[in-house]
Nanobody, 119 residues
Framework: QVQLVESGGGLVQAGGSLRLSCSAS????????MGWFRQAPGKEREFVAR????????YYADSVKGRFTISRDIAKNTVYLQMNNLKPDDTALYYC????????????WGQGTQVTVSS
């Protein structure tokens, strides 16, 4: 079992930055693929970023590429999402997820943290 708790969301003006944190417990993230997703009101949940532990590769949705960065701190068992140059379209509930099998099937999810970007 993996428990995930997100934090760091808030209200920010367009062009601003936020750093989301995802604190994991129950298993070390050193051998876990981790991802960030988001869901805006009235929209489907969408992929934002992924960190693959085996290759240390990072993947991003086109809409956030160049603005968002996923990273991890193994000592703190925490995954981060640094979000820069935020836009109103980035407004959503952001979720952290863990994929233990590495097959892009995320078995564990956090409760989400709200990000609101004002224009």
């Amino acid at each position: 079992q993996v428990q995930l708790v997100e934090s760091g969301g808030g209200l920010v003006q367009a062009g601003g930055s936020l750093r989301l944190s995802c604190s994991a417990s129950g298993r070390t993230i050193s051998r876990l693929d981790m991802g960030w997703f988001r869901q805006a009101p009235g929209k489907e949940r969408e992929f934002v970023a992924r960190f693959r532990w085996s290759s240390l590769s990072k993947y991003y949705a086109d809409s956030v590429k160049g603005r968002f960065t996923i990273s991890r701190d193994i000592a703190k068992n925490t995954v981060y999402l640094q979000m820069n140059n935020l836009k109103p379209d980035d407004t959503a509930l952001y979720y952290c997820a863990a994929d233990p099998s590495g097959d892009s099937q995320y078995d564990y999810w956090g409760q989400g943290t709200q990000v609101t970007v004002s224009s």
